[in-house]
């Protein structure tokens, strides 16, 4: 009886575990749509908000963590697309290489991601990805 009493009290608190850091992913869910994020991204963050306690939120769930994956930008990525031509037609030379510069800098301070807001949003969620997909 002692051991099935310690069992329901960690099951307990797994529960309420899972519960904080859910409140954890809603508020920097909403920090991420607060962001200029790519609309496939919103999209994902919207539908998982809709499927939050119903039984579609798995399946929102990884479609969630597949785009916050697939959004978050690798810094050298960065660095050459806005080193590139495309970049300075499509954002004007001046932020091109302004954003490039700022790019090379925090490399060399040692970041691996994109610091924009939305990257920078978009792993603060995915540090709760194992709570996402139920891990």
């Known amino acids: ?3 099935q ?5 960690i099951a307990i608190k797994e529960r309420n575990d899972h519960m904080k850091n859910q409140n954890i992913i809603i508020e920097r869910t909403k920090e991420l749509l607060s ?3 790519y609309q496939g991204l919103r999209e994902a963050a919207e539908q998982w908000f809709d499927a939050v306690g119903t039984e579609k939120e798995r399946e929102a769930s990884r479609r969630y963590v597949h785009e916050l994956e697939d959004a978050v930008t690798d810094i050298d990525t ?4 806005f080193e590139s031509d495309m970049a300075k037609e499509k954002f004007g030379e001046e932020l091109a290489n302004k954003i490039h510069s700022h790019a090379v800098e925090i490399k060399a301070k040692g970041a691996v991601w ?3 807001p939305a990257c920078t949003a978009a792993l603060k969620v995915l540090e709760y990805k194992a709570d996402l ?3």
């Open 5 to 9: 009493n310690r069992r329901n009290c």
């Open 78 to 81: 960065v660095i050459n697309v």
């Open 35 to 37: 962001t200029n994020c």
């Open 1 to 3: 009886m002692r051991y």
């Open 114 to 116: 994109c610091d924009c």
């Open 133 to 135: 997909l139920g891990e």
